[in-house]
């Protein structure tokens, strides 16, 4: 694979990962999309050396990828998950020179609804069992989700004279869709300093900002939760706010990264949930917190996700491999790309520059 | 052979290199790496910039004409905060 001026093709069948046990109440239907990912490396100087770090879905239950192809003209690339959060990355790199820089990709993907029983979650819940060692990382602090400080004050004030798990869940949910609001002005999905949000007492932001806000107060009050970095694929049945296509199923997503999070509770598992597409409702169709369709939706999004969407990792504040210039990494939501020291700006895909597309099987 | 020792002298003072080590305050993603490069970069008589996130630190190549306070200000155009940990002439 180093040979230059080669188009490379390369095609994997991702396998399936065994099932969580949360996974109890995925949709009988599926929806199929094809996504396209082209980039195209931009540059402001003649002869430049290049470095893309590509996040990749994985699979579960509810989201498969069924097909995996990629080919450009790169000089090395590896489709590599050595980092502490096992993000599956396609890593692709171009020697210094003045050719186009061009990485093209396809997958199908398949998602069915995810939705976690209520009655098992609160089952569970009572049942008050351990924690599993492999989920106790999400319960750690990292750069942008403290857990002590401010955080726990906030989470102690919220869960106080609480026990039982899922029912801290739902004060800190109800606690975090009431307080935080959609900032249209935030660049991309936004930093996600949870703890520079409380510090602040601004609570204006997007999805990665509410949602790491969620995250750092669970993991505060001792609920083991993430972030889960990924992007929309096509229309969404509940409202235009929450993902479209045209109708013929066709979307342009090159900027529809969304971040979700998720919630563990011993005996239903990861549980999702999606505090931050509260605000976003609330912002894009202008309605009020207690209007009947906010209510409806916060109603469904404290134990499930639409599917409109494939997931990529659970990472935050971490190194990807090979180890870039710029380190530690805030997260893995966009494609992330280097010129020498230089970071590609993942927020602008014209100057960047990279084109995505989804096409859903009607 | 003074005076030409003394030319000499003066012509590699004026042209004498500069760093300066700079703590950035502020940056919280790599982007704001570039950011900040590319604002420092902007100021006529800087001819390099390195930013790092994990050391959250600035490394600025420049000429006799640049001063700290342009190079602060550089930094806090783009929203950060510096402080100047050394200068030495190269």
């Known amino acids: ?362 | 052979m003074k005076i030409f020792l003394s030319l000499i002298l003066a012509f590699t003072f004026a042209f004498a290199q500069k760093v300066a080590v700079i703590d950035v305050e502020g940056m919280t993603c790599p982007l704001c790496t570039t950011a900040i490069k590319k604002s420092l970069k902007q100021i006529d008589g800087v001819s390099n910039a390195k930013v790092r996130l994990n050391t959250r630190q600035a490394t600025v190549y420049f000429d006799e004409k640049v001063t700290k306070k342009q190079l602060l200000k550089a930094i806090e155009a783009v929203g950060y905060k510096g402080k100047i940990i050394s200068i030495k002439t190269e």
């Open chain 1, 1 to 362: 694979m180093l040979r230059r001026d080669f188009l490379k093709t390369s095609m994997v069948t991702m396998g399936a990962i065994s099932l969580a046990s949360s996974e109890l109440l995925a949709g009988e239907k599926s929806r199929k999309f094809k996504v396209v990912l082209d980039f195209d490396i931009k540059y402001d100087e003649k002869n430049y050396e290049a470095k893309l770090w590509n996040p990749l879905p994985f699979n579960a239950e509810y989201q498969k990828v069924k097909f995996f192809k990629f080919d450009g003209n790169y000089d090395n690339y590896n489709i590599n998950r050595d980092n502490t959060y096992d993000a599956k990355t396609l890593f692709t790199s171009w020697k210094k020179s003045d050719k186009k820089k061009l990485l093209h990709i396809e997958m199908e993907i398949e998602t069915r609804y995810r939705e976690v029983s209520m009655k098992l979650i609160k089952k569970a819940s009572k049942e008050n069992l351990p924690l599993p060692e492999n989920v106790k990382l999400y319960l750690e602090p990292t750069e942008h989700i403290p857990t002590d400080g401010k955080i726990k004050e906030v989470a102690d004030k919220i869960t106080k004279n609480m026990t039982d798990r899922f029912e801290k869940v739902q004060a800190i949910y109800d606690w975090v869709t009431e307080t935080t609001f959609r900032d249209p002005k935030v660049l991309g999905c936004g930093i996600g300093d949870a703890g520079k949000m409380v510090e602040s007492g601004y609570f204006g932001g997007k999805c990665t900002d509410i949602s790491s806000l969620f995250v750092a107060i669970l993991r505060a009050a001792g609920i083991p939760s993430r972030e889960v970095f990924g992007i929309r694929l096509g229309k969404s049945e509940f409202s235009k706010a929450l993902g479209k296509s045209d109708a013929k199923g066709f979307a342009n997503i090159s900027t529809w990264q969304h971040c979700r999070a998720e919630y563990f509770i011993p005996g239903a598992g990861w549980i999702p949930s999606d505090p931050a597409d509260i605000t976003k409702l609330e912002l894009v169709e202008r309605l009020d917190y207690n209007d009947p369709k906010v209510k409806k939706l916060r109603a469904k999004y404290i134990n499930s996700w639409e599917m409109n969407w494939v997931g990529f990792n659970y990472a935050r504040d971490f190194e990807l491999s090979p180890k870039p210039t710029q380190f530690p990494l805030n997260m893995l939501g966009y494609p992330y790309g280097e010129i020498d020291d230089e970071v590609l700006n993942y927020y602008n895909p014209k100057t960047f520059s990279f084109n995505f597309t989804s096409q859903e099987e009607l």
